[in-house]
T-cell receptor
């Protein structure tokens, strides 16, 4: 069974600073990997996804993530954080086989941005 | 276009009661998913429909939980004999093909007293 670990429950950065949110997954085959963002009172919004190909993927709002098979990681990065990026971020892995749509989420990382 | 909608947005019920939660997916999306998000946790998969049939219901915690999608569009998650531990936000998502990007609704916050 697949699993996702987000080691950091809460991260605080200053506006304009760079950001890296960590994600480690466990899955036997080539994973489908996702990052979602959840703002208070909002639904989950997809930031980016990795299915295959280039291991550096670009997403919305200036985010990017790099798939590293050797480290079983899919870390999310942003070079300069804006106050509006404050939210909770979830990494997820998608199953293959007959359950492509069954996403397994990490427990999330809450991002606080200081002015 | 319209996104995924869920009703009600909030539901308060008493222990032992029956509740129904509704999800309206994006028009034309054939796959529909239910997740449950407890406080401080990530969403947890419950069930996924491809068309009218449940393709994977391995996440349903017990037989008090049941979901239907009779016409391949709207889905209803049904919880019998609710328990306080069922309190959570229930999320619905839909996608155009089963491995395609999932679009999430705002969720139904269920509180069992």
């Amino acid at each position: 069974a697949q699993s996702v670990t987000q080691p950091d429950i809460h991260i605080t950065v200053s506006e304009g600073a760079s950001l890296e949110l960590r994600c480690n997954y466990s899955y036997g085959a080539t994973p489908y990997l996702f990052w979602y963002v959840q703002s208070p009172g909002q639904g989950l919004q997809l930031l980016l996804k990795y299915f295959s190909g280039d291991t550096l993927v670009q997403g919305i709002k200036g985010f990017e993530a790099e798939f590293k098979r050797s480290q079983s990681s899919f870390n999310l990065r942003k070079p300069s954080v804006h106050w509006s990026d404050a939210a909770e971020y979830f990494c997820a892995v998608g199953a293959g086989g007959t359950s492509y749509g069954k996403l397994t989420f990490g427990q999330g990382t809450i991002l606080t941005v200081h002015p | 276009g319209a996104g995924v909608s869920q009703t009600p947005s909030n539901k308060v019920t008493e222990k032992g009661k029956y509740v129904e939660l509704r999800c309206d997916p994006i028009s034309g999306h054939t796959a529909l998913y239910w997740y449950r998000q407890s406080l401080g946790q990530g969403p947890e998969f419950l069930i996924y429909f491809q068309g009218t049939g449940a393709a994977d219901d391995s996440g349903l915690p017990n037989d008090r939980f049941f979901a239907v999608r009779p016409e391949g569009s709207v889905s209803t998650l049904k919880i019998q004999r609710t328990e306080r531990g069922d309190s959570a936000v229930y999320l619905c998502a839909s996608s155009s093909i089963r491995w395609e990007t999932q679009y999430f609704g705002p969720g139904t916050r269920l509180l069992v007293l």
